[in-house]
């Protein structure tokens, strides 16, 4: 436990930022969550709604140094094969 106020106050923010970031990182697996889901119900207008949301949550989260560049289009380009894959069955 800090004794020293600034580093009282520094352990409030680094909680404060930690909550933020967990529940961003929450959402943005809800939102490939439900793109997921959609794909295996093979409800191709709802996946493809669904993809752009998760696209547009992948994107932000690696502008904002939430998850990695590269890691982001990693998922995005999964979640594309899914969907190319699934259209393709369809």
């Excluded at 990182?25 to 996946?47: G, H, Q």
């Excluded at 979640?79 to 894959?85: R, V, Y």
């Amino acid at each position: 436990m800090p004794n020293i106020k600034s580093a009282i106050k520094r352990t409030k923010q680094i909680e404060k930022r930690r909550a933020q970031r967990a529940s961003q990182k929450s959402d943005l697996r809800s939102a490939v969550k439900s793109f997921e889901k959609a794909v295996a119900a093979s409800n191709l207008e709802l996946a493809k709604s669904t993809l752009l949301v998760a696209v547009k949550k992948l994107d932000k989260a690696a502008t904002k140094g939430l998850i990695h560049k590269n890691a982001a289009n990693r998922q995005k380009s999964r979640l594309m094969k899914k969907l190319n894959a699934a259209t393709a069955t369809a």
